[in-house]
């Protein structure tokens, strides 16, 4: 669980920086773009291209970076309200169905992937696997951050005592 914890830190820094690279790029090029169509009235053929697919990338490791930081959104009140044993079931529920849920998408994210790695995009003659890459490789990040936060979910479990096996509380 620790190797889980600090593997998931060095790979948020990692999809962090990428975020953070992804968005200076679309920072730098749609203003190159807008002042060379209005002022030049010759735009570069790479700059929205460029920054479409910096937008690929952002996006990706934007929902990565935020489902680690717990931004993403949940129905936190039914669970919080509901029973023990049925608010444990539900939080379970949601994390095999995450998992599985991302294990489909980085199947069918390579599978797209290695399909159009000889297709090259229109302006740039980029492969474009280089902007689908951006999903298989998002949605991965995705499991491994869920992963480590079901196995902490488990944990707890196995360290809270049940329900049922509580002695009860004398007045």
């Given amino acids: ?22 968005m200076a790029i679309i920072a730098i090029t749609i203003p190159i773009t807008v002042f060379s169509r209005y002022i030049l009235k010759n735009t570069p053929i790479w700059t929205d291209e460029t920054a479409l697919f910096s937008l690929v990338w952002a996006s990706m490791m934007g929902a990565a970076v935020g489902l680690r930081k717990g931004y993403q959104v949940g129905i936190r009140t039914l669970i919080e309200k509901a029973p023990k044993a049925i608010g444990a079931a539900l939080e379970a529920f949601g994390f095999l169905f995450m998992l599985v849920f991302f294990g ?43 992963l480590e936060e079901a196995l902490a979910f488990v944990a707890r479990l196995r360290r809270r005592p049940s329900d049922a096996s509580e002695a009860p509380k004398e007045a």
Avoid: E
């Fill in 104 to 146: 489909v998408l980085i199947y069918f994210g390579v599978k797209q992937t290695l399909f159009n790695t000889k297709q090259l995009s229109a302006a740039m003659r980029v492969p474009m696997a280089v902007p689908y890459a951006a999903l298989p490789l998002g949605f991965a990040i995705m499991l491994l951050f869920t």
């Fill in 1 to 22: 669980m620790l190797f889980l914890r600090k593997f998931n830190d060095a790979v948020a820094k990692g999809a962090s920086a990428l975020l953070v690279i992804s």
